[in-house]
């Protein structure tokens, strides 16, 4: 029983982080922009919040809770921004290459965070923030008294929470305002909502941007608390970013549904380390990378059917991917 609530709680956190990728990417999408940068926007997220959070707590003798938050989430969101306005810039105004420009916005937020990181490191492997972690990873005080199920609902700091909750925000916007209908307009036929007055380039700006302070929001959550407060130049968020994209098309561009499509992904990610106990077997080696495949399998899979299916609501905006030409309208 204990080795499947570890593999619960285990899998709820590592769904967080790339839940919080997914719903800025599928924002973003919906405006018509592939933002193929989500794993760069990650590292900035966490790279910002953390080097914030570091040298907050370096520098004060007793530093505050509340004050450490907002400074960590502030710089993250702010870092994360930026990198969405230099893609809004090249592929909105300058009508460059999204997946160029996306895959380019990837190296640039690597480079950017591991040059800077570099720094922080002062030439150790590693280094911690260790108050922000207690504070971003502070559980819920109820959490002793309820048993294996409230282990499974209360062991993870807030940012866990606030993720499903930004989720359930973003697909209300999405499908129950007049806003999210012009944006969602937007996405499917750029000329015939300018055509009705949308102003194009601003949803897709505004969209844009505010999705990667989304996205950059899953860095932040990795390494301020699944990662226990530590950076280091390893990669991992690259792998989780691109995760995050696959889990876009799984969900089929819904929040509510990147909610549960992040948890199985998170499930799948770590069967190999916990289905053998589960069930009292032995897993060689080697396949341990074969079973981390799991969660792109599925990714696939999932495409396959929908396009078999091709119900409308199901699909990818039409116009994702495409620059918009207003003098061809």
């Known amino acids: 029983m204990s080795t499947l609530i570890t593999w619960i709680i285990r899998s709820i956190s590592f769904g967080t982080i790339i839940m919080y990728g997914a719903m800025g990417e599928i924002l973003t999408q919906k405006s018509g922009n592939l933002n193929l940068g989500v794993p760069g926007i990650m590292y900035l997220g966490g790279f910002g919040g953390f080097a914030s959070a570091y040298y907050y707590e370096k520098s004060v003798a007793n530093p505050n809770e509340v004050v450490v938050i907002l400074i960590a989430v502030s710089v993250?969101?702010?870092l994360s921004m930026l990198g969405g306005l230099i893609y809004s810039f090249l592929t909105i105004t300058l009508r460059a290459n999204q997946n160029v420009t996306g895959l380019a916005l990837t190296t640039f937020g690597m480079g950017v965070a591991n040059f800077f990181g570099v720094q922080i490191l002062n030439g150790e492997t590693y280094t911690a923030a260790p108050f922000a972690y207690s504070v971003f990873s502070h559980k819920l005080p109820v959490l002793g008294k309820i048993g294996g199920i409230g282990k499974c609902l209360f062991s993870y700091g807030f940012m866990a929470y606030a993720a499903i909750i930004i989720a359930i925000l973003l697909q209300r916007f999405l499908y129950n305002t007049k806003t999210g209908l012009n944006l969602r307009a937007v996405g499917e036929n750029p000329a015939t909502a300018d055509a009705a007055g949308i102003s194009v380039t601003k949803y897709k700006y505004l969209a844009t941007i505010v999705g990667t302070a989304i996205s950059g929001l899953g860095g932040l959550y990795y390494v301020l608390d699944y990662n226990q407060g530590i950076w280091a130049t390893t990669g991992q968020i690259e792998a989780l970013g691109w995760l995050a994209v696959a889990l876009?098309?799984?969900?089929?561009?819904?929040?509510?549904?990147?909610i549960v499509g992040a948890y199985i992904f998170g499930t799948l990610y770590w069967l190999y380390q916990f289905?053998?106990?589960?069930?009292?077997i032995k897993v060689a080696s080697y396949a341990t990378d074969l079973i981390q495949m799991l969660p792109y399998v599925v990714t696939i899979i999932v495409l396959i059917v929908v396009s078999f299916r091709k119900k409308k609501e199901n699909q990818p905006p039409q116009s994702l991917g495409l620059a918009y030409f207003r003098e061809e309208r």
Request: aromatic fraction near 16%; charged fraction near 10%.
């Open 248 to 258: 876009v098309i799984f969900a089929t561009w819904k929040p509510l549904m990147a």
């Open 76 to 78: 993250s969101i702010l």
């Open 275 to 280: 289905l053998p106990d589960f069930l009292g």
